[in-house]
């Protein structure tokens, strides 16, 4: 069955420094791996996903993402955070069985500190 | 487009009283989703359909029920509201092209006491 690891609960970083937040995936076949955010009281906004092709992946705000299979991994990563970026962080996979379900992990909380 | 639209955004009920979470989005999509959030848990999926007239159960369906008649609006009916039912609501939608790829309405925060 699908399923989705965040393994990091909480993660603080100072404004100006790099971000990675973990995330690692159960999945038969190749997976479609999504990861998107929440601010406080708001949804959540898509970030990026992966279907196919280049492992690197870059999003909105800018957030990139890679594709390791063999390490069954799908990491988010930014080069420098700003404070704005303080949210949830969920990491999701797609089911392909037909009905579009995605299956979340458990999220990471990311405090940006002046 | 407004997107997912989802009302009230706020309730709290008391046990074992009913309510009706609305639902619809603009976005011509066939599929659409309720899922629910719990404090440091990630979201869960309670009911979803992927087409008007079709419906089928998530992972955490009890307590809860749904309808699909029309491709823009999916409620969400609980009915004998309990304190395990306390949590945020969230519905979402997504089309058949755009594999996976969900929009998400704001939530609805309920609290039952």
């Known amino acids: 069955a699908q399923s989705v690891t965040q393994p990091d609960i909480h993660i603080t970083v100072s404004e100006g420094a790099s971000l990675e937040l973990r995330c690692n995936y159960s999945?038969?076949?190749?997976?479609?791996l999504f990861w998107y955010v929440q601010s406080p009281g708001q949804g959540l906004q898509l970030l990026l996903k992966y279907f196919s092709g280049d492992t690197l992946v870059q999003g909105i705000k800018g957030f990139e993402a890679e594709f390791k299979r063999s390490q069954s991994s799908f990491n988010l990563r930014k080069p420098s955070v700003h404070w704005s970026d303080a949210a949830e962080y969920f990491c999701a996979v797609g089911d392909q069985t037909g009905a579009n379900n995605l299956f979340f992990g458990t999220g990471t909380r990311l405090t940006v500190i002046p | 487009n407004a997107g997912v639209t989802q009302t009230p955004k706020f309730r709290i009920l008391k046990i074992g009283q009913s309510m009706t979470l609305q639902c619809t989005q603009d976005m011509n999509h066939n599929y659409m989703y309720w899922y629910r959030q719990d404090p440091g848990m990630g979201l869960k999926l309670i009911y979803y359909s992927v087409g008007a007239g079709i419906t089928d159960k998530g992972e955490v369906p009890n307590g809860y029920n749904v309808s699909r008649s029309t491709t823009e609006d999916f409620p969400l009916r609980l009915e004998l509201a309990a304190p395990s039912q306390t949590s945020v609501y969230f519905c979402?939608?997504?089309?058949?092209?755009?594999?996976?790829?969900?929009?998400f309405g704001p939530g609805t925060r309920l609290t039952v006491t």
């Open positions: 979402a939608s997504s089309s058949r092209q755009f594999l996976n790829e969900q929009y």
């Open positions: 999945y038969g076949a190749t997976p479609y």
